[in-house]
Each structure stands twice: as C-alpha cells, then as structure tokens.
C-alpha cells in the first residue's frame, strides 16, 4: 500500500538555526498539508499546498515558515530561524483530489529545538 | 467554527473487554468525522470514517463507530481489545474536502493482559 514518508524522523537543532522537513507524498496525490503536534497538546493545522502555490495557511504559519515542492516530488517545510517553541512533531498529509476528505498521513519528524 | 473533544487523555482496557474511546464535536455545518490512530514511530493511520452516509460506521480491525447528531458525539468502540490495540487515538473533523482538519487531543489507549 502506498505511503507517505518524512526524512529525517528525529532533527536537534540549535536555537536561530534553519531546518527543512521532508516529505514524499504518494504519488498521484496533488493536494499537500503540514500539521505540527507539540509535545501534550493537539495537533495543528499549519498550511496546505496545491499546485505550487499555498491554498491555506493557520496563524502559526509566519514568515519564518515555507513550503515549496522543489523537484516535483519532495514536499519540504522549511523553518527559517528557529525558536524553542517551534520543537514538535512534525505531520505531512496528502489527499489524492480537492474531493477527498481522507488525509492519508506520514510517520511524522520529531524536532527539538535547543 | 469547529472544535473537537475527547474526554477522556487516557483508557485503559483488559485484553478481551470492550473498548469506549468518546468523542464529542462542534460544527456549524454537517461535518465529516474521523477516528485516526497512531502507535509508537508509525504515522497517524485512518480507522474509519463518517461522511454523511450510514450513521454506524466499521472500520478497520474491528472498530467502529456511531454518529449520533443529536448528541454531537462519535464515539468509537470494539467489542473485544487486543494487544496491538494499544496506541494514541485521534478524533477529527472536517468541513469538506480540502480543508484543514480539526484534531481532537488525543486518547491513549492501554491494553492490559
């Protein structure tokens, strides 16, 4: 069964630092999400993607946050400069068409920020 | 706006008892309601789904669930808990197709032998 999969699953970084979070989604699939989780509370909308462009984007979602599908594959969020609060796990999704409900969802990154 | 809450953070069943896990929504509009679970270092993996068609919904390993509207709730049940059945279980809504879901906190769920 096709799966949607995050690199790297475990990232420490230090304060200030940038990351790029990874995700391959599956491959007929053309609508992209983020969603954070941090650590004791519930996961969170962050932003969706579709055709190269954000569709939607929560109050989380700064400047310091970006979304881009490079290589008509990767699916990456980078965080420019980050903060302690920004240490969480880190969810991709994808659904196959603006129809469908079902987010089908990747391992998750855990980030800590330090 | 929609909001979802499920009361209880965690349960815990003795192998081969019923399992409840609650569930309770707000919505303005006829949502589409899911259970997701994750165990440990996999991702988050959709049980079952109701989007507006038959109100008991059977999921997979042997779960299933039950809107009931006049009680915004949807909760999700098994006749009879295993082992593998230990993870943490998410309750969520949507609007419609392509919008950001809404997560419940989260119920872990043990299992004891």
């Known amino acids: 069964e096709p799966e949607v999969t995050q690199t790297p699953s475990h990232q420490v970084t230090q304060m200030g630092q940038e990351v790029i979070l990874r995700c391959v989604p599956i491959?007929?699939?053309?609508?992209f999400y983020w969603y954070r989780q941090i650590l004791g509370q519930k996961v969170e909308f962050l932003v969706s993607?579709?055709?190269?462009?954000?569709?939607?984007k929560s109050e989380i979602f700064d400047d310091q946050f970006s979304v881009e599908r490079p290589d008509g594959s990767n699916f990456t969020l980078k965080i420019r400069s980050t903060k302690l609060e920004d240490s969480a796990m880190y969810f991709c999704?994808?659904?196959?068409?603006?129809?469908?409900?079902?987010?089908?969802f990747g391992p998750g990154t855990r980030l800590l920020v330090l | 706006a929609q909001s979802v809450t499920q009361l209880d953070s965690h349960v815990s069943v003795s192998e081969g008892t019923p399992v409840l896990l609650r569930c309770n929504y707000s919505?303005?509009?006829?949502?589409?309601l899911f259970w997701y679970v994750q165990h440990p270092n996999k991702g988050l993996q959709l049980l079952l789904k109701?989007?507006?068609?038959?109100?008991l919904v059977k999921g997979i390993n042997g779960f299933e669930a039950e809107f009931k509207k006049s009680e915004t709730s949807f909760h999700l049940t098994k006749p009879s808990a295993h082992m593998s059945d230990a993870a943490e279980y998410f309750c969520?809504?949507?609007?419609?197709?392509?919008?950001?879901?809404?997560f419940g906190k989260g119920t872990r769920l043990s299992v004891i032998a």
């Open positions: 109701y989007t507006s068609a038959a109100t």
């Open positions: 969520v809504v949507s609007l419609s197709g392509n919008t950001p879901l809404v």
């Open positions: 919505s303005s509009y006829s949502p589409s």
């Open positions: 491959s007929n699939h053309l609508y």
């Open positions: 993607f579709y055709n190269n462009e954000i569709s939607e």
């Open positions: 999704a994808t659904t196959m068409d603006r129809e469908e409900e079902t987010q089908y």
